[in-house]
């Protein structure tokens, strides 16, 4: 029994090294795939990830791309009452930093359970800093990622905007909404022993598309600053000015007074503001639908431009009269003269040869029942139900444009026809659409005859001060009361208001651009006054601006 020490010693050792040896195989064999999810959800972490909203665009002339809206971190400030101890000290502070009520404040610092109670979203850099600065207890400083729009009020009635609850509201905003959206999702990130990011794994979320305009900023910038200057000289308060190709339908510009800055949208009272006056507002054209009645009635072969007629200032039609500006008798005139000197008895006459029948079809051709699709929030239509009711005297007078409802957009659209040797593009603004598909409204012989009128008027009519030296430019003024029922009021007839515009296209035979200019009531007698000079300074800013070659020398 010597050894008896040793022995024992020895079977200690083998015992322990059994029961280590039984504990390994229970770690790391029995419980392996336990242990192995306990290690990995220490080492990797799961949390939830947002898809960044896509951003917008649009182009200048050089093709770079102008940024026009982004995902911007924005610092906000808030309380967790739960750490406060000086709940008055804190509200005061507070409430001073952020030129608040300190009553609001303390309202929410005084909710002792809460962890989390936003005080103020969007706070400036000084706000931030202020914040940590005083170094309180419970006063903290957050960041969300916010919409931000770095051009201000520039295009804003295109743009929309994004509200509180991340979802786009008005033009292509809410138009793109799906593409521009991001899909949230999970993200696994690996973590050191420290519990510090090392890289992140793997994230479901998707970042939303980003969306370009076919907006040139250039000539947005240039047609943002005539309505500007209109606003001034006219007293204009309500106005648009649209540039297309009429080749592609492509939006060159769309400027809409008045505008507003999306970066503070929540401070506007008045929603109609956020309305894009071009796409969600209804208008009598007046005169400049003048040229969709003589292309319908040349193109069905009811008169050409030297067809004539006799007029004598006035027509009764049943118990009503139709008059020409200003009580005007022309006497004996052609179809052209009629477009030159916007003769109401005129477009009369065309339509009566053209059939009541026929005319209601070119209307409907010419885009007058249907929106455009263009893409932007909100766009409406009149089914103009009082014109299909087929009353002559509301056919007669919607030959020169009063007594139907349609939009800017919709207007552009017919006169892009003309322009475009008779096929009808719908307008687009952004690259993701292609509009290849047309209508041929008109035979391209009777848009070229249509042009060459519209040419006429230019040259030898009403609207000579619209000429430009070296170019053939087509074009047509309008000058539409606006009905009283349009303004609100309940009653028949028409207001001494007035909406004047002019459409016209450049280089008339092989045009490069098209401009729509309508102005609300502004301060001038006619259109002549008024849209056509936009129209003018904005054509001769494009031949510059596109390098168009004039189409004969001048002298």
Wanted: proline share 4%; hydrophobic share 40%; aromatic share 10%.
């Amino acid at each position: 029994m010597k050894n008896w020490r040793m022995h024992f010693i020895v079977a200690l050792f083998c015992i322990a090294g059994l029961a280590l040896g039984g504990r390994l195989f229970f770690l790391q064999v029995a419980n392996h795939g336990f242990y192995k999810a306990l290690a990995q959800g220490q080492r990797i972490s799961a949390s939830f990830a947002e898809g960044e909203r896509g951003n917008i665009f649009m182009r200048d002339k050089n093709g770079e791309l102008v940024l026009l809206a982004t995902n911007q971190e924005t610092p906000y400030a808030f309380v967790s009452p739960a750490e406060i101890e000086e709940r008055e000290q804190t509200s005061k502070t507070l409430a001073r930093i952020l030129s608040l009520p300190e009553s609001e404040v303390l309202q929410a610092v005084q909710k002792k359970d809460s962890l989390f109670e936003l005080i103020k979203r969007k706070i400036t850099e000084e706000e931030k800093s202020a914040i940590l600065e005083a170094d309180m207890k419970g006063m903290h400083v957050g960041f969300e990622s916010l919409r931000y729009y770095p051009q201000g009020s520039f295009a804003s009635q295109i743009l929309g905007f994004v509200n509180q609850d991340g979802s786009g509201q008005y033009g292509v905003e809410e138009y793109e909404n799906n593409l521009l959206s991001g899909k949230d999702g999970l993200q696994k990130n690996a973590l050191n022993p420290a519990a510090q990011l090392v890289s992140a794994l793997i994230n479901t979320s998707q970042d939303g598309s980003d969306v370009i305009l076919t907006i040139d900023y250039n000539v947005q910038s240039m047609a943002e600053a005539l309505l500007e200057e209109a606003q001034d000289a006219l007293a204009v308060k309500e106005g648009s000015i649209i540039v297309a190709d009429p080749k592609t339908g492509a939006i060159l510009a769309l400027a809409e007074l008045p505008s507003f800055n999306p970066n503070d949208y929540a401070s506007i009272s008045d929603f109609t503001l956020f309305q894009g006056g071009s796409v969600e507002k209804l208008f009598e054209p007046g005169s400049v639908f003048k040229a969709v009645t003589m292309a319908s009635a040349i193109d069905e072969g009811a008169i050409t431009p030297d067809t004539a007629y006799e007029d004598t200032g006035m027509l009764r039609i049943g118990g009503y009269k139709i008059l020409n500006y200003d009580n005007r008798v022309w006497g004996e005139r052609t179809m052209k003269e009629v477009l030159q000197f916007s003769i109401n008895t005129g477009a009369v006459f065309a339509k009566e040869q053209l059939g009541n029948r026929k005319f209601m079809e070119y209307a409907e051709k010419f885009g007058l029942f249907r929106p455009t699709g263009i893409e932007l929030a909100g766009e409406v239509y009149s089914q103009n139900k009082e014109l299909k009711q087929g009353y002559e005297i509301n056919l007669a007078n919607a030959s020169f444009g009063q007594g139907i409802e349609m939009t800017a957009v919709q207007l552009l659209r017919a006169y892009m026809a003309i322009a475009n040797s008779g096929k009808m593009l719908d307008p687009r603004i952004t690259e993701q659409e292609t509009k290849e598909d047309f209508l041929q409204v008109i035979s391209p012989q009777s848009a070229l005859t249509t042009t060459s009128m519209l040419v006429s008027v230019i040259e030898e009519g009403y609207s000579k001060k619209a000429k430009i030296p070296g170019y053939y430019i087509a074009g047509k003024t309008g000058t539409a009361q606006i009905a009283w029922s349009a303004l609100g009021v309940k009653k028949s007839g028409y207001s001494d208001q007035t909406v004047q515009s002019f459409v016209g296209y450049a280089p008339a035979y092989n045009p490069q651009f098209l401009i729509l200019v309508k102005l609300n009531n502004p301060q001038a007698k006619t259109a002549e006054y008024s849209a056509m000079p936009l129209f003018k300074d904005l054509a001769k800013y494009l031949i510059d601006y596109l390098e168009i070659p004039p189409d004969y020398e001048v002298e």
